[in-house]
């Protein structure tokens, strides 16, 4: 049976500082109050030009990867604070929000016209096994 190599870096290090997803300003998680995480973690999204989808989505994957990545060295009170901020960042900047930013809702539309209906990708194989099949019956 062969052995798992043992790494000197954990995942959460190597997507830290090989991440293409978004900058983040230095120190915008350390505050204790959710509200005004929330509002810089949205601007930091909405500046960003790496993101891949709408900046809430960003702004909100990236307080679940912090909060993920503490773990069991977050304290209870910051974890709080940094679920508060998930609240409110839902509140103020989430889907059907009056806040919500119009970057946010450009990009909603151009993925609504690329959502036209598209053939199934077909796996290796399955197209063989479909056709053995329809000649069996």
Partial sequence: MASKRKTSKKWSQHVTETSNAMDIEKGTFASDDPEKIARLVER????STRRKTTPYRSAMSMLT???NRGGKNLTAKHRKVLEDAKDVLREKFGPGSNSASKSGS??????AKKAAPKKRAVKKGEATRKKARSASR
């Fill in 44 to 47: 930091d999204a909405e500046r």
């Fill in 106 to 111: 450009a990009t909603k539309k151009r993925s």
């Fill in 65 to 67: 990867f912090y909060i």
